[in-house]
């Protein structure tokens, strides 16, 4: 069992950055995959970044590709997303995700575990 707590969410305006945290306890973090999701309202969750256990292989959306960066900290127990040049359309609840296994897992049906969300608004 992994719990996860984002951090990190608010209101930015156009242009702006927020990073993302996602912090999980239990002492097995280095052997899970991470992802990051997100979900506008009256839809399902989208994909929007991924990384492996150590950190050296990760994946994005075509939407945010060279605007966001996960990245993890596995002394930490963290997993972040640094997003920049924000844009209106990038409004919506992110959710952080978990799975014990060692590659990048881009479907969200793929993950065990889930944080609660954190809402991203972007004003424009």
């Known amino acids: 069992q992994v719990q996860l707590v984002e951090s990190g969410g608010g209101l930015v305006q156009a242009g702006g950055s927020l990073r993302l945290s996602c912090a999980a306890s239990g002492r097995t973090f280095s052997s899970y995959a991470m992802g990051w999701f997100r979900r506008f309202p009256g839809k399902e969750r989208e994909f929007v970044a991924a990384i492996n256990w150590s950190g050296g292989s990760t994946a994005y959306a075509d939407s945010v590709k060279g605007r966001f960066t996960i990245s993890r900290d596995n002394a930490k127990n963290t997993v972040y997303l640094q997003m920049n040049s924000l844009r209106p359309e990038d409004t919506a609840v992110y959710y952080c995700?978990?799975?014990?296994?060692?590659?990048?897992?881009?479907?969200?049906?793929?993950?065990?575990?889930w944080g609660q969300g954190t809402q991203v608004t972007v004003s424009s």
């Open positions: 995700a978990a799975k014990p296994t060692i590659v990048v897992v881009t479907m969200r049906h793929g993950y065990d575990y």
